[in-house]
């Protein structure tokens, strides 16, 4: 590929996820009242047992101290991201703030809702589609995880 049909591509790209953007926003893909319960979703856990998701949401609430806030372990996620994969920045917009936020709410999201794992499967299967659409691939997910893993590290050092 030349780089004026790279340079192409990458614009393409950026106009899908502004207008990917818009719609996340204006569907709300983080609704924060919610309702429903966790039962009878069929979810399993890594040994086969039923997931139990209320489990993993104390485990998780009391040790997130070590490292919160938010914020600034996504800002050390795409710092090791971008860091590890310079060709991934063009994807994301200059300005990260509002990536940074939107991130944060989605990390809540998930935290608030371990509990009730139908609902964080339909939210999460359509920022899936969503991400699709972006082109965005497995193998980024694996990097993604990566950084995700470096910036915990990053914050809660031994622990
Ligand atoms: C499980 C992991 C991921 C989660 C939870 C996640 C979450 C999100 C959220 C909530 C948004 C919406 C942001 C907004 O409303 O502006 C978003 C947008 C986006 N995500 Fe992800 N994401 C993940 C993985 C990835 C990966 C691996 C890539 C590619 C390397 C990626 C690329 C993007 C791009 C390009 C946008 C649009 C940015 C823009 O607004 O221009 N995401 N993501």
């Excluded at 009242?33 to 949401?57: C, I, N």
């Excluded at 300005?95 to 009730?116: G, P, T």
Aim: proline share 5%; aromatic share 10%.
């Amino acid at each position: 590929m030349s780089a004026e049909d790279g340079n192409y591509h990458a614009l393409l790209a950026r106009h899908d996820a502004m207008r990917l953007r818009r719609q996340m926003l204006s569907y709300g893909t983080f609704p924060g009242a919610s309702s429903g319960s966790g039962s009878g979703t069929g979810l399993r856990g890594p040994a086969g047992q039923p997931y139990d998701g209320v489990a993993d949401q104390r485990t998780i609430m009391r040790n997130l101290d070590l490292v919160a806030p938010f914020e600034e372990l996504i800002a050390h996620l795409y710092q090791a991201l971008f860091t590890r994969h310079p060709s991934l920045r063009s994807l994301f917009p200059a300005e990260m703030a509002f990536q940074q936020a939107h991130l944060a709410r989605a990390f809540w999201y998930l935290l608030e809702h371990l509990d009730r794992p139908e609902q964080i499967t339909a939210t999460f299967t359509q920022l899936g589609r969503d991400h699709r659409k972006l082109g965005v691939r497995p193998a980024q997910y694996a990097a993604f995880e990566t950084a995700l893993c470096e910036a915990l590290r990053i914050r809660a050092g031994e622990h």
